[in-house]
């Protein structure tokens, strides 16, 4: 399976975003997928993961309440819906698969490419 993040830009405290990940391949429904973030100088982190079902979803504590996880197994895609965004969101957002949800970057085996999502005024 391959990735591709995108939806990534600026918006300011408060508002909103929404970011794809979408999946060439036809095994996708079988994967895991997380959410994981990357700010300059700061190590990668967990932000929310899925089952490949869709069934259970994990999130960080820092986006409890304010991210969405989702998938579209027909679509291919998952979506993390960003809502109250702040400035300390801000990072390279990445999406990563794998044979189930861990907040260890180390247990997924294929990433996409990352979209920068900045919260600013």
């Known amino acids: 399976v391959q990735l591709q993040a995108f939806g990534g830009g600026l918006v300011q405290p408060g508002g909103s975003l929404r970011l794809s990940c979408a999946a060439s391949?036809?095994?996708?429904?079988?994967?895991?997928v997380g959410w994981f973030r990357q700010a300059p100088g700061k190590e990668r982190e967990f932000v929310a993961g899925?089952?490949?079902?869709?069934?259970?979803?994990n999130y960080a504590d820092s986006v409890k309440g304010r991210f969405t996880i989702a998938r579209d197994n027909r679509e291919n895609t998952v979506y993390l819906q960003m809502n109250s965004l702040k400035p300390e969101d801000t990072a390279v957002y990445y999406c990563?698969?794998?044979?189930?949800?861990?907040?260890?970057?180390?247990?997924?085996?294929?990433w996409g490419q990352g979209t920068q999502v900045t919260v600013s005024s």
């Open positions: 990563a698969a794998g044979p189930y949800v861990s907040a260890w970057p180390s247990q997924y085996g294929t």
């Open positions: 391949g036809r095994t996708f429904s079988s994967y895991a």
């Open positions: 899925t089952r490949w079902s869709g069934s259970t979803t």
